[in-house]
């Protein structure tokens, strides 16, 4: 009689299964994060709903909210929340206090296409 052969894991799969691991904890993370914040001082991830397909002409909207989202980066966008208003000429005005210290003015000066 033969003993049957033990079946060992590798070290590559045993990489390969650690790595999967790490890497589904890692989007959990990351989703959990996109989803919660942006939050007091964090910033949040991407942020979910709808896209407008055209440019908006009127923004006389942002004066009924109290805070608004608005995402940006490029690679890794993150998302901000901050006090916004509607302009005479029913622009967009995002407040900010000390911007030259935030990175995400700086972005937005330089792309006006943030969500």
Same mark, same amino acid.
């Given at each position: 009689?033969s003993?049957p052969?033990?079946r060992s894991?590798?070290?590559?799969?045993l990489?390969?299964?650690?790595?999967?691991i790490?890497?589904?904890?890692? #989007?959990?993370?990351?989703?959990g994060?996109s989803?919660t914040?942006p &939050?007091?001082?964090t910033p =949040? /991830? $991407? @942020?979910?709903?709808d896209?407008a397909g055209?440019? #908006?002409a009127?923004w006389?909207?942002?004066n009924d909210?109290?805070? &608004?989202q608005?995402?940006? =980066? /490029? $690679? @890794?966008?993150y998302?901000v929340?901050?006090?916004c208003?509607a302009t005479s000429s029913?622009g967009?005005?995002?407040?900010?206090?000390?911007?030259?210290?935030?990175?995400?003015?700086g972005?937005?000066?330089?792309?006006d296409?943030?969500r």
């Amino acid at each position: 009689m033969s003993e049957p052969k033990k079946r060992s894991v590798t070290r590559g799969q045993l990489g390969a299964i650690v790595g999967a691991i790490a890497a589904s904890l890692l #989007v959990t993370a990351f989703l959990g994060w996109s989803i919660t914040c942006p &939050c007091d001082f964090t910033p =949040g /991830g $991407l @942020l979910f709903g709808d896209r407008a397909g055209e440019e #908006v002409a009127d923004w006389s909207f942002a004066n009924d909210v109290s805070l &608004c989202q608005i995402q940006v =980066g /490029g $690679l @890794l966008p993150y998302s901000v929340n901050l006090n916004c208003m509607a302009t005479s000429s029913r622009g967009l005005y995002l407040s900010c206090s000390v911007c030259d210290t935030k990175r995400w003015a700086g972005v937005v000066v330089g792309n006006d296409r943030a969500r």
